[in-house]
């Protein structure tokens, strides 16, 4: 992230392709609107659109990286968090073939960490995790929490297409994405926020294996 020019290259790149094809679309409308069949008319428009969606969605990306400048830092119980979080995410995954599994090892500690960000953060995951579970006949998505030392280990697991090595040494480099619609900002967010909680997060993952994330926490030791 220090390397400024580089931010500013990508940002320019992902708002330019949108932008210039909204401008060619609109471009060939105005010339032809009077002889364009109304089908014709709308497939235009269609396209303008999706691409204005494609800069509202990295503009909300872009919001969300300064959403957590000074995050709001508490004791929280993973327990009921993960209840909570279980409970919101669950039946979505399940309608789409993927079994989710949660196991916490106890009795355990709470953790220091901004539920806000702690929540992002693991959709983030489980939903990278879903897209590499397309191809598999039995995808499945492990949570595992457990206490280590003075931290507080998640580990959220896959067992999908697994990533190449060149893959896994870009993961935190801005705007690299692929995925066709991606904007590359996913994961730096991740480690943006666990960060901001003093935390940290690390990906191992194999080729046609799956992938396996794990962040660490501080424990709250005055529990």
């Keep these: 992230m220090d390397n400024v020019g580089y931010i500013f290259s990508g940002i320019r790149h992902e708002l330019g392709n949108p932008i210039n094809s909204i401008k060619t679309a609109l471009t060939v409308l105005r010339s032809n609107i009077e002889t364009l069949p109304p089908t014709r008319i709308a497939e235009f428009i269609d396209r303008s659109l999706v691409e204005v969606g494609r800069v509202e969605y ?11 400048e000074n995050p709001n830092i508490q004791s929280t119980s993973l327990i009921a968090f993960f209840e909570k979080f279980l409970s919101l995410v669950k039946n979505d995954f399940i309608k789409r073939g993927i079994s989710i599994n949660y196991f916490i090892e106890t009795p355990i500690v709470n953790c220091l960490a901004d539920q806000r960000a702690l929540h992002q953060i693991l959709i983030n995951l489980i939903t990278n995790a879903a897209d590499a579970l397309k191809e598999q006949s039995e995808p499945m998505i492990n949570i595992v929490v457990y ?16 990533m ?11 705007f690299y994405t692929s995925k066709p619609h991606g904007t590359g900002l996913g994961l730096v967010i ?9 935390g940290t997060i690390s990906i191992k993952s194999l080729l046609g294996i799956g992938t396996e994330v794990t962040l660490s926490l501080e424990a709250s030791l005055s529990d």
């Design 58 to 68: 990295l503009l909300k990306s872009l919001k969300t990286f300064s959403m957590h």
């Design 147 to 162: 206490p280590s030392g003075s931290q507080i280990e998640i580990k959220v697991k896959d067992n999908g297409c697994g």
């Design 164 to 174: 190449s090595d060149k893959q896994i040494a870009n993961l935190f480099k801005p």
């Design 190 to 198: 991740v480690k943006r926020m666990i960060t901001k909680m003093n």
